[in-house]
């Protein structure tokens, strides 16, 4: 079986190494065997590993999460329903940031609206509004 080093790893993965160096800290990346030298031996699949965190960092999961996804991959009492109830709790999450991301917006759009954009920044309705009381 052909190894790779971490610099060939980060390479066929699209990664840098310190990318691969964080994944093995917390522990989502098995750390590899090393050569006598003390060179990271990384088996083949590590590649699809990393592209697979990568894939579910990018649809929103968490490392922990990612986490769980892989375990409940290799458990073989695991169902398909186990994985979409997953996404679907991380679709509930990202309706409730866009919701939140929405209401940001339209706060902000108002105060940017109100704001003249000239004069001392004792009348700036920005500034002033950041100063209430939160609800």
């Known amino acids: 079986m052909q190894t790779l080093t971490v610099g060939q790893l980060a390479k066929q993965a699209h990664v840098n190494l310190e990318t691969i160096r964080y ?3 917390r522990g989502i990346l098995p750390e590899p ?8 031996q990384y088996p083949p699949e590590a590649v699809e590993r990393i592209r697979f965190i990568r894939r579910a960092q990018e649809l929103g999961f968490s490392l922990k999460e990612i986490q769980e996804l892989l375990s409940l991959r290799v458990d073989p009492g695991t169902t398909s329903a186990d994985i ?6 991380k679709l509930a999450d990202i309706d409730t940031k866009l919701r939140d991301l929405n209401r940001m917006k339209t706060a902000l759009t108002k105060l940017t609206v109100a704001c003249r954009g000239r004069g001392p920044t004792s009348e700036c ?3 002033d509004a950041l100063e209430l009381p939160m609800d």
């Open 33 to 40: 065997p090393r050569r006598e030298s003390g060179y990271r």
């Open 125 to 127: 309705p920005i500034l």
């Open 84 to 89: 979409k109830k997953r996404a679907e709790a």
């Open 23 to 25: 994944y093995e800290r």
